[in-house]
Nanobody
Framework: QVQLMESGGGSVQAGGSLRLSCAVS??????????MSWFRQVPGKERQGVAA???????TYRDSVKGRFTISKDNAKNTLYLQMNSLKPEDTAMYYC??????????????????WGQGTQVTVSS
């Protein structure tokens, strides 16, 4: 049973940076084949795709985070990252990582992610 655990959230002032991590367990050699994504959600609003990565490439970003956020993965550590720079108050949300373990997953925000983490809160103050 694949499990995801996010960490790295916190409270920062506008313009600051945070790096989110998503540890995938158990450790297997198949992590490199997963489609992975970061989503965020504010209470009362729809969940938004933030960044997605397909296997060894194929990266997608939400327009509002392009140039500020970077998604990456370390296959040796079974970990997905989201580096967030130049944070804005509108980035405040609960951030979730998600995985699609289908070998033929197509990536993007509509990839059919079947495994989700518990989330980590990001709060950006002005």
């Amino acid at each position: 049973q694949v499990q995801l655990m996010e960490s790295g959230g916190g409270s920062v002032q506008a313009g600051g940076s945070l790096r989110l991590s998503c540890a995938v367990s158990p450790y297997t050699g198949t992590f490199r084949n997963y489609c992975m994504s970061w989503f965020r959600q504010v209470p009362g609003k729809e969940r938004q795709g933030v960044a997605a990565i397909v296997r060894e490439g194929g990266i997608t970003y939400r327009d509002s985070v392009k140039g500020r956020f970077t998604i990456s993965k370390d296959n040796a550590k079974n970990t997905l990252y989201l580096q967030m720079n130049s944070l804005k108050p509108e980035d405040t949300a609960m951030y979730y990582c998600a995985a699609n373990t289908d070998t033929f997953c197509s990536g993007g925000f509509s990839s059919g992610y079947e495994i989700w983490g518990q989330g980590t809160q990001v709060t950006v103050s002005s």
